[in-house]
């Protein structure tokens, strides 16, 4: 038997919340709500939180520098806001944030985003939906620079380091080194995560991107091993595959 799946709504706005907990109703979801900073991170002490919604101000604070410790514990996290500042997202996806919807929004766009997100999320009898392919392909595990990939595991390793690649990160890398020597276009890279009717932005795919390259070292732009082709995509250098 399935157990239910924990979502926790932090917004400090009563209306928001209500809509996002009725977008939620036809789902097998226990939902949790909070106002405050404090009290969010007691309910992620407290809870094994599958999936996170949050404005980005609450009660006692921006939300903001709450991303690290909600990354922390491995909850997925879908930020939302009544205005787009742009600067403010990019913060955001920067800390850690996987998503970002606009408030107010379609309650089938919502759900969808929450769906797709728990369906890819590890769950606690070990699947991942969203790699169950790669997991049952028999691939033996490869190696680029110091890092094994692992898609056993769904992960890469350094010795008994792990680079802690998210499950959409660790699709999207899949899918580069899958192809390597071949430019993918953005939206090639953004259908191969699609679940359901959600697929990430061209502007998520770029930062999960940039998370990648921070995890694995790929820092130097001269040498990237995940290498940007200007105005297409991104091309993973078969050269680093040992």
Known sequence: MQLAQKILIAEKDKSIRNSIRQSLEQGPYIVYESVSVKRTKEIIRNQTIDLLVMGFDLKDGSSIDLIPYIKNHHISLIMIDQTINESVVLKAF?????????????????????????????????????????????????????????????????????????????????????????????????????????IPSLRAIDVKIARIRQKI????????????????GYLFDSSYII
Request: aromatic share 8%.
């Open 94 to 198: 920067a800390k850690g944030a996987d998503d970002f919807v606009n408030y107010p929004y379609q309650s089938a766009v919502i759900s969808a985003k929450i769906s797709a997100y728990l369906k890819s999320s590890v769950q606690k009898n070990g699947s991942v939906s969203l790699l169950d392919g790669a997991q049952q392909s028999g691939k033996s595990p490869r190696k680029f620079m110091q890092w094994v990939q692992d898609p056993n595991q769904c992960q890469l390793f350094n010795g008994d380091m792990s680079a802690h690649l998210t499950v959409q990160e660790y699709c999207l890398l899949d899918t580069l080194i899958n192809h390597a020597g071949t430019t993918l276009k953005r939206q090639y890279l953004a259908e191969s995560l699609r679940e359901g009717c959600y």
């Open 217 to 232: 070292g790929d820092t130097d732009p001269d040498k990237h091993i995940i290498q940007t082709i200007r105005g297409i």
